[in-house]
């Protein structure tokens, strides 16, 4: 697996850095965000190391549907798939992109406004 030794998410994949792990599978791992913008805030990622998520489009359309796959079941898992419930792959620095190692937002839990700022 693909791995970049100063990413955040890739320390956080190889369990040297804790999180709050929701969801596993051999190619996606889901998490407590750290800072919540919702009652249900989770980030899933790939475990493989790809920047953002138009390069994860480009260089493995698989994984970037199984990115998608899981966020719909951390929706289902955490209670909010009938509610309704968001989720959002910031790309790029201008779109508010911090950790480039790229992730979905799964929100939810309470009225998500649009536009959503």
Do not use: S
């Not at 750290?34 to 493995?60: F, G, R, S």
């Not at 790309?91 to 799964?106: D, K, L, N, Y």
């Amino acid at each position: 697996m693909a791995r970049v030794d100063d990413c955040l998410f890739c320390k956080i994949v190889a369990k040297e850095i804790p999180a709050t792990v929701v969801r596993e599978t051999d190619t996606t791992l889901a998490f407590r965000d750290i800072n919540p913008q919702a009652p249900t805030h989770v980030l899933v990622i790939p475990k493989a190391h790809h920047p953002t998520a138009a390069a994860l489009a480009d260089e493995d359309p698989g994984l970037a549907a199984d990115v998608l796959c899981e966020a719909r079941n951390v929706a289902a898992d955490e209670g909010i798939e009938d509610a309704g419930y968001r989720v959002v792959f910031n790309t790029g620095p201008g779109a508010g992109q911090t950790v480039f190692h790229v992730h979905a937002h799964v929100l939810g839990g309470r009225d998500l406004r649009w536009p959503p700022g």
